[in-house]
């Protein structure tokens, strides 16, 4: 629905841009036509320039709000798919919180991760996608047992660190980097606050 009404903007875009273009060729032959023929005529002239500049703000009016319509329903869909985005991550981490502090892993935990992986493929980049899988990796080899020991809890943590750092850089890398913070500083301090936890 929301591609359909950005191509119904951009057809009447064209339209109003075509309109445009027929009223500036269409109303500078009319004008030098009316400048010779009525001449004698008082403010015949003025009259015909009164209704073509009428005409002509009209249709750029009309092709300015639906420029702007179109940018603020990008917008609009930019910020739901980022609320949705977020939303998976922090279900994702939470869900990842309660087996992490049970210390074990059960077959219900287990079909949860792997929907929770596949809300994942839909929303996350190619590099979340590729952490989270390299997590997955540590997560599955330390959990083979059900059971998670300190030394599995301590490389689940570091996986985990450095997926949260793709996750971050996926949702407010642009932020990150407006305020001068290389990736590299952000991952070095999210794996220094781990390691200080340990």
Do not use: C, W
Not at 65 to 94: A, P, S, W
Not at 100 to 124: C, N, P, W, Y
């Amino acid at each position: 629905m929301h591609q359909q009404t950005l191509k119904k903007l951009r057809r009447e875009n064209l339209i109003y841009f075509f309109l445009a273009a027929v009223l500036v060729v269409g109303g500078f032959i009319f004008l030098r036509y009316e400048y010779y023929v009525a001449n004698e005529f008082p403010f015949t002239q003025e009259v015909v320039l009164v209704i073509l500049g009428v005409i002509a703000t009209v249709l750029v009016t009309a092709l300015l709000l639906n420029k702007q319509t179109e940018v603020e329903l990008r917008k609009e869909g930019n910020i739901k798919f980022l609320d949705l985005k977020t939303r998976i991550y922090m279900e994702f981490l939470e869900h990842l919180e309660a087996v992490m502090r049970r210390g074990k892993t059960s077959h219900e935990d287990d079909i949860e991760l792997q929907f929770l992986t596949h809300k994942l493929a839909l929303v996350a980049n190619p590099e979340v996608l590729k952490q989270y899988h390299d997590f997955l990796e540590v997560f599955s080899s330390a959990t083979e047992d059900d059971t998670i020991h300190d030394q599995e809890e301590d490389l689940i943590n570091q996986a985990l660190a450095r997926l949260t750092v793709a996750i971050r850089h996926d949702l407010i890398g642009e932020l990150d980097e407006q305020a001068n913070y290389s990736r590299r500083q952000i991952s070095r301090q999210i794996i220094r606050n781990i390691r200080t936890l340990d």
